[in-house]
């Protein structure tokens, strides 16, 4: 799920007024020499001090939507104005303090306290330790405690949803969406503890029996990003635990309040079935953790949702140990119309798939490739529909359309406007920011630039769509394939002949390969993941599991005899 700005990337926020109010109080020393020589002038200028900062922190909490009655909602996850962003069986934090804000209205909704190194290494230890007890319960068993973790999300799934609406600023539906996935994922788990294993193969040599076991890797590391600040944990959580791993979460630090609701939620199942919460540890933290846990020799998997930019820095470094990675990284998908399309079809799976989210998923549709004899038709129908997208505040059931996740992602939309239109753009709809309170911009549709411009290769994580006219099959098929990014594609066609050339060879060469569906709003029992500068990983479904374990062969001799592969002798 990339962001070209997405979670890999660290955002600092912007320190609350009680943090700028607490700093006027620290003097440099001829300061604190004057003020100890006028005493009295002194006791009266700290007694104004302290009651301007009290004022001022008295302001501040109000001032936090988690305190307003409209948003009580809120503590039902155990959250509060201060939360602490460290969990490694216990509580705690003492890095610096971030506030989360949210998208529709850049308002404060609460604090949290990240993690210091030296509480990140403390949480390794303990998360390593746990993993002890953790692989010598049977698969089976602990895909009970998995089902246990999805039974406790089902009964918080609208509180939760409404947080990552709150939080991410992605529209309710999807919010609430995004939870279920994580607990489709926990039943898919379920049923796979009680499956995963290796085959037994025909030995050449007799009384010699050949199998693959598979064993946990031990401690993997998840990066997520905030545009799903639920489900990708959830994708990787699920099936690492089933597999017998422990887990470290470092979450985006824009959605902080996310991470630390979901591991309470987690941290409550272990706790019940008296189990070390390190199993499912977090650390709140920005770059220096991230980068810490791409370093670290005891991460024996570091997943890493991100752009492509970050996601190469966290390979080269995980290689440089010679460790295991997951990455997923960009997308600049595209859907393909032919003359023979449903258009029908074709109209709202292309609004779904390029206006949901506000643009903001790794799967969104960036190119839409007509087919010279559709083009016009289409670019007005589709024109026509986004007009009719319902944009407003993303908690709001009705919504169809939220806003941007930060300040800079709007920047960016600008910027990536200005230049299709210098690279021969013209825009047919949208291209300006909204005048409402958040980071509000219209969804934008871009014609006439030719397929291999400059900013249509650019993965912008914004809701512009560039519409390309092409004339041929084999066109289209290479203009698909042209990008750095291989994650999600679709055709829209009846032509069978054409649908399996495009699962072949000479076909799409992405991860995702659709036939007359959205390259967006893929399943949970499949294989997540693309090629590429996608990143090569894969999440959720299928074996995706084979990457959470390593692989042993093993021969066994139950003969009295020691025969040699492929007839040796040596005697």
Not at 51 to 78: D, T
Not at 418 to 432: C, F, L
Not at 479 to 507: A, H, Y
Not at 552 to 570: E, M, R, V
Request: overall charge neutral; hydrophobic content about 40%; proline content about 5%.
């Amino acid at each position: 799920m990339d962001q070209s700005n997405k979670a890999g990337a660290t955002l600092l926020l912007p320190c609350s007024g009680v943090d700028v109010a607490l700093r006027s109080l620290y003097q440099p020393p001829m300061q604190r020499c004057l003020t100890l020589t006028f005493a009295r002038h002194s006791r009266l200028l700290l007694r104004n001090k302290f009651a301007s900062v009290h004022c001022q922190q008295s302001a501040a909490m109000s001032g936090l939507l988690i305190n307003q009655p409209k948003y009580s909602w809120l503590k039902e996850l155990g959250l509060s104005e201060d939360n602490p962003g460290v969990y490694n069986g216990s509580w705690g934090g003492s890095g610096e303090v971030i506030t989360s804000y949210c998208p529709a209205n850049n308002e404060p909704i609460a604090r949290v306290t990240q993690a210091t190194m030296a509480e990140y290494e403390e949480t390794v230890q303990k998360t390593k330790e746990a993993w002890k007890m953790w692989a010598d319960i049977p698969a089976p068993k602990r895909g009970e405690i998995v089902r246990q973790i999805g039974d406790a999300l089902r009964k918080k799934i609208n509180v939760l949803g409404s947080l990552v609406s709150l939080e991410m600023g992605k529209i309710y539906v999807e919010g609430v969406g995004e939870v279920q996935e994580y607990v489709d994922v926990c039943d898919y788990a379920v049923g796979l503890s009680r499956m995963i294993g290796g085959p037994m193969l025909p030995s050449e040599r007799p009384g010699h029996a050949l199998i693959e076991q598979w064993n946990p890797v031990g401690l993997v590391g998840i990066i997520t990003a905030f545009n799903f600040p639920v489900a990708v944990y959830g994708w990787n959580n699920a099936i690492a635990l089933t597999c017998g791993n422990v887990c470290l979460w470092k979450g985006a630090p824009t959605t902080p309040l996310t991470s630390v609701a979901v591991s309470k939620i987690v941290a409550e199942v272990l706790e019940r079935n008296n189990l070390p919460g390190a199993i499912c540890s977090m650390t709140c933290g920005g770059a220096d953790i991230g980068t810490a846990m791409a370093k670290d020799e005891r991460v024996d998997l570091v997943s890493f949702t991100g752009s492509t930019h970050v996601g190469k820095m966290v390979a080269m470094t995980v290689q440089e140990r010679f460790g295991r990675k997951l990455l997923e990284l960009g997308g600049n998908n595209a859907i393909i119309v032919f003359e023979d399309a449903d258009l029908n079809l074709v109209v709202p799976a292309s609004v779904f798939a390029s206006v949901g989210t506000a643009g903001q998923r790794c799967t969104t549709t960036r190119r839409l490739m007509l087919h010279e004899s559709v083009h016009d038709a289409v670019v007005e129908r589709v024109a026509k529909a986004y007009k009719q997208v319902r944009i407003g505040d993303p908690w709001d059931p009705t919504t169809l359309y939220g806003p941007l996740h930060t300040k800079q992602a709007v920047d960016q939309y600008l910027a990536a406007i200005e230049q299709a239109k210098q690279q021969g753009g013209t825009v047919v709809y949208g291209g300006k920011v909204m005048d409402r309170p958040g980071n509000y911009v219209e969804p934008t549709i871009i014609t006439g630039l030719a397929h291999d411009a400059l900013i249509v290769h650019t993965e912008t994580f914004v809701p512009i769509l560039y519409v390309l006219k092409f004339k041929t099959e084999e066109e289209a098929f290479a203009w698909n394939n042209e990008v750095q990014q291989g994650l999600s594609s679709s055709i829209f066609t009846k032509d069978m002949g054409r649908v399996f050339r495009w699962l072949g060879p000479k076909g799409s060469d992405c991860g995702i390969v659709n036939v007359n569906i959205p390259t967006s709003g893929a399943e949970i029992g499949g294989a997540f993941g693309g090629e590429k500068h996608t990143g090569g990983g894969r999440e959720s479904g299928s074996d995706s599991w084979k990457q959470y374990m390593r692989r042993s062969t093993c021969t066994i001799n139950y003969s009295k005899d020691l025969p040699l592969a492929q007839g040796i002798k040596f005697e």
